[in-house]
């Protein structure tokens, strides 16, 4: 059938150009981006999962994020106890020191201020008190009397570490720390951490009422020994117990920031299989797209030529009244 009205093959031609074009955007579109999903007319559930998976992945992200922060907390009270540790550290050894002295004595009714050794244990005594009274500041952050109520070894963020901040919450009874991407128990880990400035209260108080010099003999010196021995012995074995806490704390959150990258890669892995572009295929599927568009341009030109096929008629049509009138005009002349 031939139509002049209705050109079928041209219509045809032009709902595949079309077709065509809208391929040729799709596959522009995700070669540029490199995603397969850029509208969610593209793949809705996909697009739904896919967005579900960025949330985990964020969420996961600011977990390891949280869970670093945190880390950073328990290493500065570790490298805050260490410090005060080597400070009882070195009283334990004045005095072991003072005690072996006082030990030493071979007669212990001699004159306390005819013997020069009793200096050292005088001298020792107060060095002994002056460390000791370092500590107690430390930990009751009166290291420096000018300094604000925090400083920047005594707390974290603002966060009171040893003791109760301004609400009277403190890490004794644990601080909850946010190390999963969701809300429950099973994503925050609690940072439990001694009270350390309410262990050294009165830590800074002397052992007694030391005698005026010269008027003590090595059995005070021996006594006081003895009993701050026990005192600083107590007291490291309390900053262990506080330094074996951040140990175990910073172990686990070690783990759980080993199990977040485990997590986040397998989630990003299982998002790309939804939503990035194969670009092997994307280019095989443009280069085939190129092709059928260059197809269908050509055809749609043949096919807009297709109802000039009717002219060659009409030019017979045309003819033949031309031929029929020239044999007319000569049947009237001969009659003639």
Not at 151 to 171: E, P, Q, V, Y
Not at 295 to 310: E, R
């Amino acid at each position: 059938m031939i139509s002049v009205n209705t050109n079928i093959y041209a219509l045809t031609s032009q709902n595949y150009s079309r077709l065509n074009q809208l391929e040729f955007t799709e596959k522009t579109t995700r070669l540029s981006s490199g995603l397969k999903i850029n509208y969610a007319s593209d793949d809705p559930s996909g697009m739904a999962i896919s967005s579900g998976m960025k949330a985990q992945m964020r969420g996961v992200s600011v977990a390891i994020g949280n869970a670093q922060d945190t880390q950073y907390l328990l290493d500065l009270t570790d490298h805050y106890v260490s410090d005060q540790w080597d400070v009882l550290y070195e009283m334990r050894n004045l005095t072991l020191k003072l005690a072996n002295m006082a030990v030493n004595n071979v007669n212990p009714n001699t004159d306390p201020a005819s013997v020069p050794s009793m200096s050292d244990c005088w001298s020792l005594t107060k060095e002994i008190e002056k460390l000791q009274d370092h500590v107690y500041r430390a930990f009751h952050n009166q290291l420096d009397p000018s300094a604000p109520i925090h400083t920047a070894r005594f707390n974290f963020n603002l966060k009171t570490i040893f003791g109760d901040d301004s609400l009277g919450n403190g890490f004794e009874t644990g601080q909850a720390s946010q190390v999963g991407p969701n809300n429950s128990a099973a994503n925050q880990i609690q940072i439990v951490i001694d009270n350390l400035a309410a262990e050294f209260v009165g830590f800074n108080t002397p052992y007694a009422p030391p005698p005026p010099f010269g008027d003590a003999g090595y059995n005070y010196y021996l006594g006081y020994a003895d009993a701050m021995l026990d005192r600083v012995d107590g007291m490291m074995e309390k900053m262990n117990a506080v330094r074996v806490q951040v140990g175990i704390l910073h172990e686990r959150l070690d783990k759980t920031i080993n199990d977040l990258n485990t997590q986040y890669i397998n989630v990003s892995a299982s998002n790309s299989r939804i939503e990035d572009a194969d670009f092997a295929n994307e280019i095989f599927e443009y280069t085939k797209n190129m092709i059928k568009q260059q197809g269908a341009t050509m055809i749609a030109s043949q096919a807009n030529a297709q109802p000039l096929i009717a002219v060659p008629l009409l030019d017979a049509i045309y003819d033949g009244l031309e031929g029929q009138k020239m044999v007319g005009y000569s049947g009237v002349a001969s009659d003639r």
